[in-house]
């Protein structure tokens, strides 16, 4: 079975930063797209970064670039999220989503209905 666990989450004050984790097993690393998405209450789930397993392909949302950075480590099947600089508005329940890399454009890899596994979430709380 296909199985994404994110971790990392946890209480943070304004101008903190967490290191979120997303463990994947069941299928090889190979030519994935991984994304980190997110849920604030009341709002819709927005793509925060996504990368490819096969390539250096990244994608960051415009409210995250430079503050945020997604990366690999492909022998261990994990994806991390760096989050620093954390601002209240990253106020959010955290998912990572895993599906094969079709390479296309930015638009299909911040696209929610392209991923078919995806973690339980993780809470990310940030405090002013």
């Known amino acids: 079975d296909v199985q994404l666990q994110a971790s990392g989450g946890g209480l943070v004050q304004v101008g903190g930063s967490l290191r979120l984790s997303c463990k994947i097993s069941?299928?090889?690393?190979?030519?994935?797209?991984i994304g980190w998405f997110r849920q604030a209450p009341g709002k819709e789930r927005e793509a925060v970064s996504c990368?490819?397993?096969?390539?250096?392909?990244?994608y960051y949302g415009d409210s995250v670039k430079g503050r945020f950075t997604i990366s690999r480590d492909n022998a261990k099947n994990t994806v991390y999220l760096q989050m620093n600089s954390l601002e209240p508005e990253d106020t959010a329940v955290y998912y990572c989503?895993?599906?094969?890399?079709?390479?296309?454009?930015?638009?299909?890899?911040?696209?929610?209905?392209?991923?078919?596994?995806w973690g339980q979430g993780t809470l990310v709380t940030v405090s002013s």
């Open positions: 989503a895993a599906d094969r890399d079709l390479h296309l454009d930015n638009n299909w890899y911040r696209n929610t209905n392209n991923y078919n596994y």
């Open positions: 990368l490819s397993t096969s390539d250096v392909r990244t």
């Open positions: 069941g299928f090889s690393f190979d030519d994935y797209a």
